[in-house]
């Protein structure tokens, strides 16, 4: 078992946990719940912390998530679905409420 990171946000840990297992990485979030004390949020000692199972897995990962971090912010905007006329953000490629791609050219499987 290593930490592969750890965040005072539980839903960016949560997130990057998803990230993991979609990629076939076994992981799981040790003190998931943290503290939410005042003195806990401006340390990370308490702090939700992403672990693999596979020690082997452990460079892998920091790969997979030092990619996440590091993406460059775009300045796309939000588009609207050209099939429902939703609303989506800049950084969906498929629309959220019938799933029909970005540019329009069908459903994803």
């Not at 050209?82 to 499987?109: H, T």
Request: net charge negative; aromatic share 8%; proline share 6%.
């Amino acid at each position: 078992m290593k930490e592969v990171f750890v965040h005072r946000d539980p839903a960016r840990v949560g997130l990057y946990k998803s990230v993991l297992e979609e990629a076939g990485i076994p992981c799981f979030i040790r003190d998931e719940y943290g503290s939410t004390s005042l003195a806990s949020r401006k340390s990370t000692f308490f702090s939700p912390a992403l672990c693999v199972l596979n020690d082997e897995d452990e460079e892998r990962a920091k790969g997979i998530l030092a990619d996440i971090e590091n993406a460059p912010v775009t300045e796309e905007r939000d588009w609207t679905c050209p099939s429902c006329q939703e609303s989506v953000p800049a950084n969906f490629g498929s629309c959220w409420k019938c799933g029909v791609l970005r540019l329009g050219i069908g459903v994803p499987d």
